[in-house]
């Protein structure tokens, strides 16, 4: 297992930016595939971005491309989330999220929620309008 913490959230006027962290520890040998979700209040968990292993393979929703940026330092165990121009849709609880893949999968994404079995705590958005 691998634990993450989700730093960043907070309040931002519409149109302004945010950048989360999330910090892994614990089995960081370990290659991970890594994701972003958000959930607002009374709906679903959704897909916002991720990163392969390799970090040459990125994808986004269509309603964050363009906005977001995902990144990540293997280096210091640290995946990034830049949010401009953010929105009032944009509010939810943002979570980070880690899935351990082999070398046939160093290159891949994955946009389903369920394949990962590692989450964070979450860190709230919330963008005014």
């Known amino acids: 297992q691998v634990q993450l913490v989700e730093s960043g959230g907070g309040l931002v006027q519409a149109g302004g930016s945010l950048r989360l962290s999330c910090a892994a520890s614990g089995r960081t040998f370990r290659r991970y595939a890594m994701g972003w979700f958000r959930q607002a209040p009374g709906k679903e968990r959704e897909f916002v971005a991720a990163i392969s292993w390799s970090g040459v393979n990125i994808d986004y929703a269509d309603s964050v491309k363009g906005r977001f940026t995902i990144s990540r330092d293997k280096g210091e165990n640290m995946v990034y989330l830049q949010m401009n121009s953010l929105k009032p849709e944009d509010t939810a609880v943002y979570y980070c999220?880690?899935?351990?893949?082999?070398?046939?999968?160093?290159?891949?994404?994955?946009?389903?929620?369920?394949?990962?079995?590692?989450w964070g705590q979450g860190t709230q958005v919330t963008v005014s309008s």
């Open positions: 999220a880690a899935l351990p893949v082999f070398s046939t999968d160093y290159e891949r994404t994955y946009r389903y929620y369920g394949l990962y079995d590692n």
